[in-house]
C-alpha cells in the first residue's frame, strides 16, 4: 500500500470515475455556454442536459420530469423540508428520525425557530424505527414525513416503502433521504411510492457540488432557490451543466455497478467485519447484519478513542471515519449511536469503514494485518477516559 491511500470512507465521498471526467470534459472546454440562451451556443446544451436527466431519472425509475438539478444531497432535503411547510400554512410539523443525516436534522432544527415543531422519532438497539410510533406520531397539522432510506454511519436500510404507504393511508406526503442507496441498491421510487427523494452526485462517482430532487409527478413543491426559470421554474440558478452531465454518466455507471455492489464489495465488508470481530478482543459490530448496505460497517473497539485511532490509520494510509464526515472535528459521539443507546464509550471508540467498487482484496488485508497493533498503540498511548 505504500505512496498509495488505502481509502475506506466510501460514504463521505467517492472518487470520480475516470469515464465521469471523459463525459464531463468537453463542457468545461468547448461547451461552455449558457443553455439558457437564445442561439445555438447555448441551445446546444439542452440536448446533453436532457440526455443527464434521462439517465439519473433512470437510476431510480422516475420520469424526467420528475428530476430537479440541484447543487447537492443538501440542498435537495433543505428545499423538501421548507416546501412542506410552506405550501400549507396549516401545517407546520414535520416527521423525522432521530438517525438522520446532518441536513435534515440541522434544517429541521432551524425550523423549530421558525414556529415549526418536529417529531424526532426514536430507534432501537438495532438502530430500527418503531412504524405503530411513526404512525402514531403523525397529526393533523403534519407537512411531510422524512425517513433515509440508508443510514450514512451503519448502512441500516429502513423499510421505506411501508413508511410512504402509511402517510399516503394519512394524505401525507413522505421524502426519502436516499443519498447512500442510490448506487449501492436498487431504487425505484414507482415501488417506493414516495412524493420526494433526495440523491448527491459526489456519493456515486461523479463531482461534489450536484444533486438532485425527485418530485413526484403532480406533487405540490414550492421552490426553495428563486431566480431565472431554470428546471422549469423549480430550482433558479443557471445549470452546472458539466456536473449535471457527470451525474448522468455516474448514474448509468452505477446501475451497471449494482451487481458489483452486492456481489465483490459485499464479500470484500463481510471478510473485513468478520476477521476484525473474530481476531480482535471487545471488537463488536454496531446494529445488526441485516438489512444493511452491502459496503458498510460500524464497529465498536474496546477501550479506545476512534480519534486516536484515525490518526494512527491515516499515518498508515488508510482512510476510515468516525460517525459521518460532517459531524467530524466535533467530540460529540455520533448521534446515530447515542439514538441506538450506546453509551459514550461505545460511540466515541467506534469506526465506520465504507467500501467501494475501487476496493481491492489487497487493501482489506492489509487493514486486517495493521489494525492489530494500530489498537495496542492506541491503547497504550495515554488515553484520556
Ligand atoms: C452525504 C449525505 C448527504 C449530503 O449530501 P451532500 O451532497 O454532501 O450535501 C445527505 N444525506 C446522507 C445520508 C448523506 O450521506
Redesign the pocket.
Known amino acids: 500500500m505504500s505512496g498509495q491511500i488505502c481509502y475506506f470512507d466510501n ?1 463521505a465521498t467517492t472518487r470520480v470515475a475516470p469515464a465521469v471526467v471523459e463525459a464531463m470534459l468537453p463542457f468545461l472546454t468547448e461547451q461552455w455556454g449558457n443553455p439558457s440562451s437564445l442561439y445555438g451556443f447555448g441551445q446546444d446544451l439542452n440536448r446533453p442536459l436532457e440526455q443527464a436527466r434521462a439517465k439519473v431519472a433512470a437510476l431510480i425509475n422516475a420520469e424526467l420530469t420528475e428530476i430537479i438539478f440541484t447543487s ?4 435537495s ?1 433543505n428545499s423538501v423540508l421548507r416546501s412542506a411547510v410552506a405550501i400549507r400554512p396549516g401545517r407546520r410539523h414535520i416527521v423525522a428520525t432521530a438517525v438522520e ?1 446532518s ?2 436534522l440541522k434544517c429541521c432544527r432551524f425550523l423549530e425557530t421558525q414556529g415549526c415543531s418536529i417529531t424526532y422519532l426514536p430507534v432501537n438497539a438495532d438502530g430500527a424505527l418503531d412504524l405503530a410510533l411513526l404512525e402514531h406520531s403523525i397529526r393533523q397539522d403534519t407537512a411531510l414525513v422524512s425517513v ?1 432510506s ?3 454511519e451503519t448502512g441500516l436500510l429502513f423499510p421505506v416503502a411501508e413508511i410512504a404507504a402509511l402517510c399516503h393511508e394519512k394524505g401525507i406526503p413522505c421524502h426519502t ?1 436516499a ?2 442507496m442510490a448506487g449501492k441498491l436498487r431504487l425505484n421510487v414507482r415501488a417506493l411510492g414516495v412524493d420526494f427523494l ?1 440523491l ?1 452526485a ?2 456515486l462517482h461523479a463531482p ?1 457540488g450536484i ?1 438532485a430532487l425527485y418530485v413526484k409527478s403532480g406533487t405540490k413543491y414550492q421552490p426553495y432557490l428563486m431566480g431565472g426559470g431554470q428546471e422549469t421554474g423549480r430550482r433558479g440558478g443557471t445549470e452546472n451543466v458539466a456536473g449535471i452531465v457527470g451525474f448522468g454518466r455516474a448514474a448509468e455507471l452505477a446501475l451497471g455497478n449494482l451487481e458489483i455492489q452486492n456481489t465483490r464489495v459485499r464479500a470484500l465488508r463481510d471478510k473485513l467485519e468478520r476477521q476484525i470481530l473474530s481476531q480482535i478482543p471487545g471488537a463488536v459490530r454496531n446494529g445488526p447484519s441485516e438489512p444493511r448496505l452491502p459496503n458498510s460497517t460500524n464497529i465498536a473497539f474496546d477501550a479506545i478513542e476512534a480519534e486516536g485511532l484515525l490518526l494512527l490509520l491515516d499515518e498508515a494510509g488508510i482512510c476510515a471515519s468516525s460517525g ?1 464526515a ?1 459531524a467530524a472535528g466535533s467530540l460529540d459521539p455520533s448521534h446515530v449511536l447515542t439514538a441506538m443507546g450506546f453509551g459514550a464509550a461505545r460511540a466515541r471508540g467506534s469506526i465506520r469503514f465504507s467500501l467501494g467498487i475501487d476496493s481491492t482484496e489487497a487493501e482489506v488485508d492489509y487493514v486486517l494485518k495493521v489494525l492489530p497493533g494500530l489498537l495496542r498503540k492506541c491503547n497504550g498511548s495515554g488515553q484520556t477516559t
Not at 447537492?72 to 440542498?75: A, K
Request: aromatic share 0%.
Open positions: 460514504n447537492c444531497g443538501t440542498e432535503i443525516h441536513a435534515t433515509m440508508a443510514n450514512n433521504d443519498v447512500q433526495s448527491s459526489h456519493k461534489k444533486g459521518s460532517c
